[in-house]
């Protein structure tokens, strides 16, 4: 068989990522903040094939004037309103309520920080709003500090994912908590979707290949030279990211380990040459 005839007839085994009972085929999901215009942020949502998006109340325009954000973002994209801004469960909540109140759905990402440094989540508050919010109907995304016990809690609330930082928001160093992570793949059994710090494509690749069923990213494509092209990439590398893990990696290890053996190959049935 030649690679052609191998690549066409290669059957990927995959299923689509199911949030809510919703399915989605692209594993991006794109943030819309700190974008230059409106214009890179419709190009880049249409370069990745993004299926989620998401945006914050406070840059929707709820009086629908002609440069609303949401004129940008295309009708068959899941909208994804963020609570960002709030500081505990209360504020989280009552963002929440404006959102479906004002008629943009009820997928809710609940972001609690009251953290001007590090600007890191609120878990315990966190769990408060995905609790309220899950009972109230609301398909709720939770941002954490990524925590074993605080996402077995949110699974208890009713959270539709868990949302886990890769590291520092809008830092772009990538998966800082690689390790903690991963064991939220491994013992919960949500999608896990990994958020904020991812910088480069490499780096979302790198967390799907160790399991994780989706990647937001959004201060890396907003501010990237030419944002499609970045948002692109994203798109692909997750891909590929997902082809690696479904693929079973190989194991790493220590040693050199040759690819070909290192004896038997020159005089192995061949008495014609005398050996020294």
Known sequence: MNPSTLTTSLTIQDEPLI??????????????????????LAESIEAS?????????????????EDNILEYIPKNVTLLVNTSGARNAKEAVR????????????WIKIEV??????????NAETIKATEILSKENFVVLPYIYPDLYVA?????????????LGSFIGSNQGLKAKEFIQVLIDEIDLPIIVDAGIGFPSQAAEAMEIGAD??????AVAT?????LLAKAFAMAIQAG????????PVKKDLASPSSPLTGFLYENDNTIERR
């Not at 990237?224 to 499609?228: D, E, K, T």
């Open 224 to 228: 990237a030279g030419r944002p499609a």
């Open 19 to 40: 949030i809510a009972g919703k399915s989605f085929t692209n594993r991006f999901l794109l943030g819309t903040g700190k974008f230059k215009n409106k214009k890179d």
């Open 214 to 219: 989706a990647v937001l990213a959004n201060t």
């Open 95 to 106: 963002i929440a309520h404006l959102v479906r109140e004002a008629g943009y759905g009820n």
């Open 152 to 164: 077995r809690e949110l699974v208890k609330a009713g959270a539709a994912t868990v949302m886990p």
């Open 113 to 122: 920080i009251n953290d001007s440094k590090y600007l890191l989540p609120d």
């Open 49 to 65: 094939g993004a299926e989620i998006v998401t945006v914050a109340l406070r840059r929707i325009d709820l009086e629908r004037h």
């Open 242 to 249: 997902r082809l690696g893990y479904l693929s079973k990696l």
